[in-house]
């Protein structure tokens, strides 16, 4: 099987770092292909490479995938011994129901907490739509570690696509120096020091390339 995984800048592409963290969890053979952001030639490049213009985009042979949550669902397909879902169907269920809440939702923390690996800000201002996101994720957190977390360090015990969706929110609230309860501090710990993220954090630091109205 020949898999190529289109992304953008590691340092700021949240989306490519669920791609690729799918992609390394769940054993495929891949390759990458960086596409700069934010360039002349960027939306060119993303609508030749991806039908929605936008990154991740997984190619597997003769087959484009370009939504991170259809490449989470084809990689736990065609790669059951990964176990990229809890075997639990209650488990399972609520494992995809705040995985789409991720995929979907959590607008103005997207918007006002752009994701930047390599910076470190003190964020005095907080709007109300801001604060019921960094809410709500962090009361998923707390309430799937308590109820479906034992045995394990992640939201399911296990690590589960569940997590490679929150791992750039965990960088995010770095960050931006978002104060956190222990149990939510000691997950979004978590997901930074997986050996994955840690290759992932490293080559975003390194990078050249820089978007400036994300380094403001």
């Known amino acids: 099987m020949s898999a190529t995984l289109i992304i953008g800048n ?3 592409s949240s989306w ?6 799918l992609c390394t969890r769940s054993g495929i053979e891949f390759t990458e292909r960086f596409i700069p952001l934010h360039k002349a030639d960027s939306s060119e490049a993303k609508r030749d490479n991806s039908p929605s213009g936008l990154v991740p985009a997984l190619h597997v042979e003769d087959m484009v995938i370009w939504d991170s ?9 065609q790669f059951p011994a990964a176990q990229m879902w809890p075997k639990d169907v209650r488990k399972r269920a609520i494992a995809r129901s705040v995985t789409c809440e991720m995929h979907s939702g959590f607008g103005a923390l997207r918007s006002q907490m752009p994701m930047n690996i390599r910076a470190l800000y003190t964020r005095t201002e907080m709007d109300a739509a801001l604060a019921a996101d960094i809410d709500r994720i962090t009361m998923l957190w707390r309430e799937c570690r308590a109820s479906y977390g034992k045995g394990g360090d992640f939201l399911f015990g296990d690590w ?8 750039p929110v965990a960088f995010r609230f770095q960050t931006y120096g978002i104060e956190l309860a222990a149990t939510e501090s000691a997950y979004a710990q978590m997901l930074r020091n997986t050996p994955e993220a840690q290759v992932w954090s490293a080559a975003a630091k390194s990078e050249e390339h820089s978007i400036p109205a994300y380094d403001r």
């Open 69 to 77: 949550l259809a490449i989470a669902e084809y990689l736990a397909e």
């Open 10 to 12: 590691k340092n700021y």
């Open 16 to 21: 490519s770092l669920r791609g690729w963290l």
């Open 160 to 167: 589960s696509i569940a997590d490679a969706f929150f791992t």
